[in-house]
T-cell receptor, first 116, second 113 residues
Framework: AQKVTQAQTEISVVEKEDVTLDCVYE???????LFWYKQPPSGELVFLIR??????QNEISGRYSWNFQKSTSSFNFTITASQVVDSAVYFC?????????????FGKGTLLTVNP | DAGITQSPRHKVTETGTPVTLRCHQT?????MYWYRQDPGHGLRLIHY???????DKGEVSDGYSVSRSKTEDFLLTLESATSSQTSVYFC????????????FGPGTRLTVT
């Protein structure tokens, strides 16, 4: 079964704190893709990052970084020096082979609140 | 920004009535998706299209049908709306299948009374 678990339903931090959002996935596929999306209070969903299963290199983009570990089936997301604008729901997602097309399954999301 | 619009943005309808939601894109993406978002469930795939007239079911397709007669338009129809279909519906597009990043529309909030 293909599944994404985001165990943290809600996280609240104070501005400038570092925060890590956890994502654990399950799949039998050897080729798969992992994503993070952000949904700010305005409601739209914004793509953040895509990773394929053969690339375990960590990625850093400004204050954002991602740690992909196949050994623990995790794809965690860290925000360094958080800001109020980082307040949003963050979704981790897994693309698995569903027949002839890859399909995307989302975790239930983590609501991050950054307080001033 | 994939230039995706959804209409209507908000709709209230009564149980048993048919409802059609429209997704329009200007990016010429081949793949289009319909998701629903409910508290505690994240986003769940309803149907998707991999080309004009080519569609397939997602994980929560019961009670929904779709059509795609043009590259730019993907319609989601609730044949007979039920209260369990009260949700926020998102359309997304992508240049390829689920292995590619998807670009989302602004969402449609549907309330079935």
């Amino acid at each position: 079964a293909q599944k994404v678990t985001q165990a943290q339903t809600e996280i609240s931090v104070v501005e400038k704190e570092d925060v890590t959002l956890d994502c654990v996935y399950e799949t039998r596929d050897t080729t798969y893709y992992l994503f993070w999306y952000k949904q700010p209070p305005s409601g739209e969903l914004v793509f953040l990052i895509r990773r394929n299963s053969f690339d375990e290199q960590n990625e850093i983009s400004g204050r954002y970084s991602w740690n992909f570990q196949k050994s623990t089936s995790s794809f965690n997301f860290t925000i360094t020096a958080s800001q109020v604008v980082d307040s949003a729901v963050y979704f981790c997602a897994l693309a698995f082979s569903g027949g002839s097309n890859y399909k995307l399954t989302f975790g239930k999301g983590t609501l991050l609140t950054v307080n001033p | 920004d994939a230039g995706i619009t959804q209409s209507p943005r908000h709709k209230v309808t009564e149980t048993g009535t048919p409802v059609t939601l429209r997704c329009h894109q200007t990016e010429n993406h081949r793949y289009m998706y319909w998701y629903r978002q409910d508290p505690g469930h994240g986003l769940r795939l309803i149907h998707y299209s991999y080309g004009v007239k080519d569609t397939d079911k997602g994980e929560v397709s019961d009670g929904y049908s779709v059509s795609r007669s043009k590259t730019e338009d993907f319609l989601l129809t609730l044949e007979s709306a039920t209260s369990s279909q009260t949700s926020v519906y998102f359309c997304a597009t992508a240049p390829g299948d689920g292995a590619y990043e998807q670009y989302f529309g602004p969402g449609t909030r549907l309330t079935v009374t």
